[in-house]
């Protein structure tokens, strides 16, 4: 009975192993990808007539993009990982508030809850057309308790337009690389060049 048990446990080990291993394997084939399609996108841009095929980013190549490092992320943004529905994009992060303000404080009791470490969870309605992006910010919570949008507002207003004049919770913005539109579909961004 012992070595049957001594055997499973080796079998389980292993086998959980190469499971971690295919994981990495997926991981890295995912950022190698999500690599060759922003270079697609980078090189399509400077065509007389780019190539209008929908490039499309899974959501699992854009969360191994982010979770490789290869993207900067603003100080204090500790981890994000997007998922994705027809319209509608939900973000999972970690953020270091205290880091993301930068050293500022302020004396406004609304924006005390902004400190400290907190598993935040950001649902907004984000599609680009007409060369533009927009961004709706539907709800944002820490910890599983959602934050009031007029505190989130008074938050955007004075830690982070400073920094990025362009963010609110209502963003319009000029889409890059002559992307003309941008559609969030299930699990996956899909963007067309004109």
Do not use: W
């Amino acid at each position: 009975m012992r070595i049957c048990s001594v055997g499973m446990l080796v079998f389980m080990f292993v086998a959980s192993s190469l499971r971690a291993a295919d994981g990495r394997r997926a991981a890295s084939g995912a950022v190698t990808s999500m690599e060759s399609k922003l270079r697609h996108v980078e090189k399509n841009r400077v065509q007389a007539h780019p190539d209008p095929t929908p490039t499309e980013f899974a959501e699992s190549e854009i969360n191994a993009y982010f979770a490789s490092g290869r993207m900067d992320l603003p100080a204090g943004v500790e981890s994000i990982r997007l998922q994705s529905e027809p319209g509608v994009v939900t973000a999972d992060t970690r953020v270091d508030f205290d880091r993301l303000k930068g050293g500022t404080s302020s004396f406004n009791p609304l924006l005390t809850i902004f400190t400290g470490i907190h598993d935040v969870v950001v649902i907004a309605h984000a599609h680009g057309a007409g060369g533009e992006g927009f961004v709706h910010v539907d709800s944002v919570s820490f910890d599983g308790v959602e934050i009031p949008r007029f505190a989130l507002q008074l938050f955007v207003e004075k830690y982070l337009q400073p920094q990025y004049p362009d963010v609110s919770l209502d963003s319009r913005f000029q889409l890059p690389d002559r992307i003309e539109s941008a559609t969030v579909g299930e699990h996956k961004l899909a963007v067309v060049q004109k």
